[in-house]
């Protein structure tokens, strides 16, 4: 990844977009309407099919660079690429189904600037607003962390939508797991976490996050079990660390499972095992939540 270049942006902003036209439109319209404009929109088009097309209003914007991948790899192969093009010294990534309140940028840089915040330790999330299917709404306002046990119990921040990171963090920790077709923002902040990083927050809703329906558990179980055999023998995590990332996949696993009839009991041990592991009076591993 090249050094950021004179009169580069101060931000590249990262969306990857995988057959979600009309949804990652609306992303962009909302990273466009940023009170914060130095800024470059890098829109990875991820082997969609149809490919995804920018409308004409928005389609001559200097700020805009489609980027277009043959073949789909997934979000961590996307924002790999939305990475190696970007120049600005800070990243921030959009999932195509999110968006951004129009101060989102605004008040992140502000927070960094405040608190002389560098470009090679820290992640900046924000409080976010969970829309579900059936309208309701709910905020969440993240808890700070420099604790691997907590990066390694899920991503309580929505990373994919509400982090901002400086570019030398990226390459210190190194590129995201192509591997993983999901929780691949697991395994980035797992070792962002093991090389001494820390998760900063504006503790103000800066995004908006639409919950859809769960995959199915085949997917789920593939990225589980790939993530925890991936660090079952890793020497940097002790015994702690390693049951919290258990537990952590068996809740994902029961999350999925209990979604459908025929799964339920499968689901519900996993979820007794998730709290064998980790004994707790709530559902999620660690309490993540302001």
């Given at each position: 990844?090249?050094?950021?270049?004179?009169?580069?942006?101060?931000?590249?902003?990262?969306?990857?977009?995988?057959?979600?036209?009309?949804?990652?439109?609306?992303?962009?319209?909302?990273?466009?309407?940023?009170?914060?404009?130095?800024?470059?929109?890098?829109?990875?088009?991820?082997?969609?099919?149809?490919?995804?097309?920018?409308?004409?209003?928005?389609?001559?914007?200097?700020?805009?660079?489609?980027?277009?991948?043959?073949?789909?790899?997934?979000?961590?192969?996307?924002?790999?690429?939305?990475?190696?093009?970007?120049?600005?010294?800070?990243?921030?990534?959009?999932?195509?189904?999110?968006?951004?309140?129009?101060?989102?940028?605004?008040?992140?840089?502000?927070?960094?600037?405040?608190?002389?915040?560098?470009?090679?330790?820290?992640?900046?999330?924000?409080?976010?607003?969970?829309?579900?299917?059936?309208?309701?709404?709910?905020?969440?306002?993240?808890?700070?962390?420099?604790?691997?046990?907590?990066?390694?119990?899920?991503?309580?921040?929505?990373?994919?939508?509400?982090?901002?990171?400086?570019?030398?963090?990226?390459?210190?920790?190194?590129?995201?797991?192509?591997?993983?077709?999901?929780?691949?923002?697991?395994?980035?902040?797992?070792?962002?976490?093991?090389?001494?990083?820390?998760?900063?927050?504006?503790?103000?809703?800066?995004?908006?996050?639409?919950?859809?329906?769960?995959?199915?558990?085949?997917?789920?179980?593939?990225a589980g079990d790939y993530l925890v055999n991936k660090y079952r023998s890793d020497p940097r995590l002790d015994r702690s660390v390693r049951r919290h990332l258990f537990a952590y996949t068996e809740l994902e696993y029961a999350a999925s499972r209990l979604k459908t009839r025929k799964q339920m009991i499968r689901g519900a041990w996993n979820l007794v095992h998730s709290w064998m592991l980790v004994p707790r009076m709530h559902l999620q591993?660690?309490?993540?939540?302001?």
């Amino acid at each position: 990844m090249s050094l950021p270049q004179k009169d580069a942006p101060s931000v590249s902003v990262i969306i990857p977009v995988y057959n979600r036209q009309d949804t990652a439109i609306a992303s962009i319209r909302s990273v466009l309407a940023q009170s914060f404009t130095d800024f470059e929109l890098i829109v990875v088009d991820d082997g969609s099919s149809p490919p995804f097309e920018l409308p004409a209003d928005i389609s001559g914007d200097a700020r805009i660079r489609l980027l277009r991948q043959q073949e789909n790899g997934g979000a961590g192969a996307a924002r790999n690429a939305g990475a190696r093009a970007a120049r600005g010294e800070w990243l921030a990534w959009l999932d195509s189904d999110d968006e951004w309140l129009p101060y989102k940028l605004e008040r992140q840089l502000g927070f960094i600037a405040a608190n002389g915040i560098g470009t090679k330790r820290t992640a900046i999330a924000s409080g976010f607003e969970y829309r579900f299917s059936d309208g309701r709404r709910e905020q969440r306002i993240p808890v700070p962390s420099d604790d691997p046990s907590m990066f390694f119990s899920g991503c309580w921040f929505c990373p994919g939508s509400t982090v901002m990171l400086g570019r030398e963090a990226f390459v210190e920790v190194g590129a995201y797991d192509q591997n993983m077709m999901r929780l691949e923002d697991v395994d980035w902040f797992a070792r962002f976490a093991l090389e001494g990083g820390e998760l900063a927050v504006v503790p103000e809703p800066l995004a908006i996050i639409h919950l859809g329906s769960r995959p199915e558990f085949a997917r789920v179980k593939a990225a589980g079990d790939y993530l925890v055999n991936k660090y079952r023998s890793d020497p940097r995590l002790d015994r702690s660390v390693r049951r919290h990332l258990f537990a952590y996949t068996e809740l994902e696993y029961a999350a999925s499972r209990l979604k459908t009839r025929k799964q339920m009991i499968r689901g519900a041990w996993n979820l007794v095992h998730s709290w064998m592991l980790v004994p707790r009076m709530h559902l999620q591993v660690c309490k993540f939540w302001q």
